[in-house]
């Protein structure tokens, strides 16, 4: 996620290096920064309600020692009105930052400076190639449909027991899948117990 210290120092930036995604991030970003600045003139706000707050709260203590207890109260008041006013200044605060992280979800990463302008795959700069690039024949499967195929895989299945896309192994897929797991996991030590 973008932070708010790189789009209030330059947003022409971030909206440049966002366009070479075709992602146009003018009213994201513009909004961001008036949803900041409110967050910090509610802050600024609440912190001299908060020192009226402490003030007035030492003028009753004072108050009450001198026994002016009618001014005592009228300041009890006070104190009353300003707290309500900072719970309101709170509340106005969480909305605000709500939206403001709401916001910024939306921005996507910037991309490298490598990364040319484009709209597709077609457009991508190719950096290093290793090795041989393997020559498929006509009638290639994916991986997904030679799973049916051979029926190793049921991923519809998956699905109906998870809810989530995980796959169920069959037959050989499953033998396959275990011994996958043995191999890559380290042997124990095993303990014998002589239970006589």
């Not at 970003?29 to 707050?53: C, G, H, M, P, Y």
């Not at 991986?143 to 796959?167: M, R, S």
Request: proline share 5%; net charge positive.
């Amino acid at each position: 996620m973008l932070t708010l210290k790189l789009l209030r120092d330059d947003p022409e930036y971030v909206i440049r290096k966002l366009a070479v995604k075709n992602f146009d991030a003018r009213a994201i970003v513009e909004k961001v920064i008036a949803l900041d600045d409110n967050r910090k003139a509610l802050q600024t706000e609440s912190d001299a309600l908060l020192s009226q707050q402490k003030k007035a709260a030492a003028e009753i203590g004072a108050l009450m020692k001198q026994g002016k207890k009618a001014e005592a109260e009228a300041a009890k008041a006070e104190v009353a009105a300003l707290k309500a006013r900072s719970n309101d200044l709170l509340k106005q605060a969480d909305d605000n930052n709500t939206e403001l992280q709401a916001q910024l979800v939306l921005l996507p990463n910037i991309p490298c400076d490598l990364v040319p302008e484009g709209k597709g795959a077609e457009d991508n700069l190719v950096v290093k190639m290793g090795g041989e690039e393997p020559v498929l024949p006509e009638n290639a499967l994916p991986h997904w449909e030679l799973a049916k195929k051979y029926d190793i895989i049921d991923f519809d299945l998956g699905v109906k027991i998870t809810g989530a896309g995980f796959p169920v192994y069959k037959g050989k897929g499953a033998k396959l899948q275990r011994a996958l797991i043995n191999f890559f996991t380290p042997p124990r030590a095993t303990r014998r117990w002589n239970l006589r």
